[in-house]
Antibody, heavy 123, light 107 residues
């Protein structure tokens, strides 16, 4: 079964750091780009970051650029998001998602999502 | 940044009725648009990819159409499990963006 399982969320003070992880199983992790998407309480979905299959290309939302770092360890089938200088507005459920590679060669959507891990930034 | 505007914000319908959800992009996204369904306390689920292709396991009552800037998700006959929030998403350009969502509620 194709599965993503996030971990590492928790309560952190403003200005603090946290690393969340996403363990993948059931598919060839090293072949797929991956993304992080977050959802603040009662709000919509917000894309956070993306990484290519090899890890050689990374992308960030302006709201987290310079503070968050996405990475992956293909030998461990694990995706990471290192979050530094956390702000109250970073409070959210963080989802990792697998990018769908279509037969037409497009990479627009995300077909597998984890259940999410909750990050709370509060003093 | 490409802004996706979803309408209406809320759709109040009864089971068995047809639901038509709209997503309008601030500039062309070609067909690089997806639709997701999200229920309370759950992760989003991919329904439609590349504007009009149903994802694996999605029933045929869900259909997507459109290209460029105007897209539609249609649920032909609402089942009780379809009452949820629906989001569109584009990745034609970075940053990837989502629409604000349409809540389909029971009338």
């Amino acid at each position: 079964e194709v599965q993503l399982l996030e971990s590492g969320g928790g309560l952190v003070q403003p200005g603090g750091s946290l690393r969340v992880s996403c363990a993948a199983s059931g598919f060839t992790f090293s072949s797929y780009a991956m993304r992080w998407v977050r959802q603040a309480p009662g709000k919509g979905l917000e894309w956070v970051s993306a990484i290519s299959a090899s890890g050689g290309s990374t992308y960030y939302a302006d709201s987290v650029k310079g503070r968050f770092t996405i990475s992956r360890d293909n030998s461990k089938n694990t995706l990471y998001l290192q979050m530094n200088s956390l702000r109250v507005e970073d409070t959210a459920v963080y989802y990792c998602a697998k990018v769908l590679m279509t037969a037409a060669g497009t990479y627009c959507s995300m077909d597998v999502w984890g259940k999410g891990t909750t990050v709370t930034v509060s003093s | 940044e490409i802004v996706l505007t979803q309408s209406p914000a809320t759709l109040s319908l009864s089971p068995g009725e047809r639901a038509t959800l709209s997503c309008r992009a601030s500039q062309s996204v070609s067909s690089c648009l997806a639709w997701y369904q999200q229920k309370p306390g759950q992760a989003p689920r991919l329904l439609i990819y590349d504007a009009s292709n149903r994802a694996t396991g999605i029933p045929p009552r869900f259909s997507g159409s459109g290209s460029g800037t105007d897209f539609t998700l249609t649920i032909s006959s609402l089942e009780p499990e379809d009452f949820a929030v629906y989001y569109c998403q584009q990745r034609s350009n970075w940053p990837l963006t989502f629409g604000g969502g349409t809540k389909v509620e029971i009338k």
